[in-house]
């Protein structure tokens, strides 16, 4: 075959190919399970190089607690600031103030992290509370549920089969006879949860839960010297004990209640595991243990898988209340958006969501007027376009909108997603070595987190010494 006729016979071919991609979905021809795609006609012509974010400033960031050693380098500078209401940074001076005197309480300042899955398992949080725990004082993980589906980065948690998980997220799927699910979203209990006119079985149950300290967390939360439980609605005697490794250390019967408990315990050391074991006909809702120090700081990781911020709405509000208040809350880091970043279709769902995150911020107001409150934007999310992955659509516009409604609604906003590199940045984390996000191109791998963590902190501790220094 004479050359010429060779090249009019593969530009025949490509012109087939191309005109077949043009008439396909860009998604491709579903048959059955599998999936026919061609390329399109702008995929068989060059194009020019995708830029990619230069993460060399993130990647050579020195984190604590990184298993290689960063190399040497001046103290960082902060990628992304806080941004304030009105720029005015004073939102946050009485958080500063509470900060600074935290060593002296006689109670820890509670600062309360909630999330989406990008913070489950203490990923993120764990961090924050190591650098402000270290600065500030304060000791423990704080707030734990009792069954968690997530393995932590900071603590173990061991129970008898007999717990069960009730979140909000499930009251669904999974309807029940209230909704009283507390400051962390959730309760734990050991019998069913019936309705009022069912009385509990007359037979009692006993169960156990441990929490133990990861010898892979950061050392601050081995510096537990009290711990808290917030239960309470049994209807029958309940008999409860708490062991200090291995050591009972107290013992006693709890009658029948139709509100929030809350028991303390302190501890004269640090325990190495604590144990609580549960014994009656009907189960208290156990709405969080709280393992703490005396003083300083106690940050707690609230992470919920598929949350998107409004999940509060239906929970009640008045035992909501109830127990912010007793935790003594200082500041509140509401981090979400991820999730409904896929779901995304247009630029009135984008504002809609926006306006949702905007009452869950009216509502922490009127709960806890004088409360400080950050808005994490989500981070970069990647998709596969072709043979690359590239941010996902709707995703700048989620966080343009969160940061909007944050601000308006008198909250400070970071945008994590900047931090990040800004957009394609996702596919720079995943491809690091070693990797600073996982292979779903969505969440972070535990050095991720810590990078993340550390961009987040360099922005809060630099305005804080601003306000400290009054420069």
Known sequence: MKPHHTLA???SVLTLLAAVGWMLPAEGLNLGALTLRFPSPGDLLPRPRQAEPDLRAILDLPTDGDSVAAAPAPPAPVRVPLQYPGDDPGVLHDVFAALEKAKDRSRPLRILHYGDSQIEGDRITAYLR???QSRFGGGGPGLLAVVDPVNSLSMRREHSRNWGRFNVMDRKRRPIAHNRYGAMSVFSRYTPVLPPEVPPDSVAQTATFRLTPLGRGFPTIKGISRARLFYGWHRAPLELALAVDGHTLSRETVPPADSLLVREWNLETAPASVEFTLHGPDSPDIYGVSLEGRGGVCVDNIGTRGAAGYEFAPGDQALLRRMLEDLDVGLLILQYGGNVVPGMRNEKMVEHYGKDVGRLISRFRRLLPEVGIIVIGP??????????YQTRPWLEDVNEVLRRQALAN???FWDMFAAMGGRNSMAAWVAADPPLAAPDFTHFSPRGSRKVGEL????FQRDFDTWKTGS
């Open 9 to 11: 016979f593969l530009a």
């Open 130 to 132: 190591h650098k402000l």
């Open 379 to 388: 981070g970069d999310m990647a998709e596969k376009a072709g043979e690359r």
């Open 410 to 412: 008198g909250a400070v």
């Open 456 to 459: 987040f902190w360099l922005a």
